[in-house]
């Protein structure tokens, strides 16, 4: 079907579309200078706007502490879960010492670093805290930070629930025996992991095969790792003198 003609346009019609056209484009370019404008005014970090981004989270109480409230609203502004393991990046940068908390003194630093004042700067910053675990070296002081951060601060060792929560944040997508670990975990008779079993279980993770080839019996491995690897060979029925070895 062929397309109709078109109208030819009149003077006064071609003079309004031009008008129309020069005000959108007039619209269009003020808005962006707008915007660039206070892109610019937000761009630099401010010490003053952080400690008042601060203060929207604390109470006249305890103006000086983000407590578990705050750290609800927070992480609802930013867009996470409390659980979510950027969270326990975002704690490593600010040096945070008790799980579920965040001091004035402990927010400016991290943020300072981050140079982040502001929820639209820390969104932007989640990605690039996430990155971070990509990197081994940083994921393995990370992991150590963890164990101090999420233990009771009056108990040298970190009860079971606890860890097994933290491992499975820290460990649960990366380690392929993860769910074999939680499973020895949960039928043993661990009611706490110190730290020294804590730091083995993450070089365990990374250096021991799937099929525990690797694994010397003999070697400085804790107790409780020469268990597990005991308790899965059992599972497997690859237990030297079991009945399917005869």
């Known amino acids: 079907m062929p397309r109709g003609k078109r109208r030819a346009p009149e003077i006064g019609d071609n003079m309004d579309g ?37 203060h ?9 502490t983000l407590g578990p409230d705050g750290m609800e609203k927070f992480c609802e502004d930013i867009g996470v879960e409390p659980e979510n393991i950027v969270m326990l990046v975002l704690a490593y940068k600010m040096g945070a010492t008790q799980m579920g908390f965040f001091s004035q003194q402990e927010w ?18 989640l990605d690039y805290l996430r990155s971070i675990l990509n990197d081994p070296n940083s994921f393995k002081s990370i992991y150590r930070y963890a164990y101090d ?47 020294d079993q804590w730091c083995n279980i993450l070089e365990f993770s990374r250096t021991i095969c799937i099929d525990l080839s690797n694994y010397d019996i003999d070697g400085a491995w804790p107790v409780m790792l020469d268990e597990f690897v005991e308790w899965l060979r059992l599972q497997r029925g690859l237990v030297v003198g079991s009945s399917g070895s005869s």
């Open 18 to 54: 031009q008008s129309k056209r020069a005000r959108t484009s007039y619209i269009t370019i003020a808005t962006q200078q707008s915007s660039r404008r206070h892109i610019r005014a937000e761009d630099g970090f401010s010490q003053k706007r952080c400690l008042a981004w601060f």
């Open 56 to 64: 929207e989270y604390t109470t006249p109480d305890e103006p000086d």
């Open 108 to 125: 400016l630093k991290g943020l300072t670093d981050l140079e982040c004042d502001s929820t639209a700067k820390m969104v932007v910053k």
């Open 149 to 195: 951060f999420a233990k009771d601060s009056d108990q040298r060792s970190m009860d079971i629930l606890t860890a097994k929560a933290m491992l499975q944040l820290l460990l649960g997508k990366h380690w392929t025996l993860y769910p074999q670990f939680a499973q020895f975990l949960e039928q043993s008779k661990y009611k706490v992991i110190n730290k």
